[in-house]
């Protein structure tokens, strides 16, 4: 019976997933079969990652078209994610977002077709250079925060400039990749959901993120009602390891964590003093200095105290000179400030 149940789950996951994907037929990304990813990858020759969704392969469309193909590996379910993935980045067009180009889905072998970035990701520019394999030389501040300003242009496309508001919820580092430029553009929709823009909460079933990413109010709804603002607590986050990453923090204290980075970065703040982080060029310290003040709204506890992903924009977009810090984000028993304002 139970054996009986199961085949026929599995014919059910099939027929709805094949009845998706003639409807999708017409929209954008090509269907290839398992047979050409083999001859895209040459049958699967060089690997680019891995991780628990699957593995990453690098491969060629033709002699001047390079992919990234990442076969899934968990293919036996019912594909909500892989549904999930081509259903939201499929009909979307922006230069921060990564580009979907193909599909494959053959019986129970899936794999997504992106364009290949030869960068890798963010995670490869800031994080030390012993800690990471992989890990390169540290990049200026000045790209850095061309690399913020181009992933919050992303995530406002997401939110604000689709017919539909679409909610990443898996902003980090990894999933930021970078173009031969260093021009960042945001990937993996596994996880992302899709609501009307007047629809201004999300209803959650369960969790979804990264650990160490996720909104508080994502985990309990004590600090609020989840919506676009839990991706600007993710991007905050983000903005945290970009600046933390470069601290040089007393000898005395060997905790980096980002509790610590984040109390050490708003002390200075307060008081006035720049920041000891790497400075390399003229300018650097004012870039840094914005950074952290964006990053603090960013990370806020309670969802309606977070800026918008407009309001981030704008932050980074201007000089810094006009950017207030958030009145002690780190005092027991917080409580949301109506009143407060990133802008002056």
């Avoid at 794999?111 to 990049?139: H, K, M, T, W």
Wanted: aromatic share 10%.
């Amino acid at each position: 019976m139970q054996l009986y149940l199961t085949s026929r789950n599995g014919r059910e996951s099939r027929v709805r997933l094949e009845k998706f994907l003639d409807d999708y037929k017409a929209i954008r990304p090509t269907r290839y079969s398992y047979a050409d990813i083999k001859k895209i990858t040459d049958d699967f020759n060089e690997k680019l990652g891995e991780g628990s969704y699957g593995t990453v392969y690098k491969g060629r469309l033709s002699s001047e078209i390079y992919v990234a193909v990442k076969v899934l590996r968990d293919s036996k379910g019912k594909g909500e994610e892989f549904i999930n993935e081509i259903g939201t980045i499929g009909r979307i067009h922006h230069v921060n977002v990564v580009r979907l180009v193909g599909f494959c889905a053959d019986e129970f072998r899936r794999a997504l077709i992106y364009e290949y970035l030869p960068n890798d990701s963010l995670e490869r520019f800031i994080l030390p250079v012993s800690s990471s394999p992989g890990s390169v030389s540290l990049i200026s501040w000045n790209k850095l925060q061309h690399i913020a300003l181009g992933t919050a242009r992303g995530i406002e496309y997401l939110h604000q400039g689709c017919d539909q508001q679409i909610l990443h919820f898996d902003i980090k580092p990894q999933n930021i990749l970078l173009d031969h430029n260093l021009n960042p553009k945001i990937c993996d929709f596994g996880l992302a959901k899709l609501c009307y823009k007047e629809k201004s909460v999300v209803t959650m079933t369960a969790a979804r993120g990264t650990i160490g990413y996720i909104a508080p109010e994502v985990l309990s709804r004590n600090f609020g009602k989840v919506s676009h603002k839990s991706d600007i607590y993710s991007f905050g986050i983000l903005l945290l390891e970009m600046v933390g990453g470069r601290i040089k923090m007393d000898s005395k204290t060997n905790n980096h964590s980002k509790v610590n980075s984040l109390e050490w970065i708003y002390g200075y703040l307060e008081k006035g003093e720049e920041l000891k982080i790497r400075i390399e060029e003229e300018g650097d310290g004012t870039i840094v200095r914005k950074l952290a003040i964006v990053e603090l709204w960013c990370i806020l506890w309670h969802p309606i105290d977070r800026p918008s992903i407009k309001e981030v924009t704008q932050m980074l977009e201007g000089d810094g000179s006009h950017l207030n810090l958030y009145p002690n984000p780190f005092m027991a028993n917080n409580t949301p400030k109506l009143n407060a304002s990133p802008l002056s």
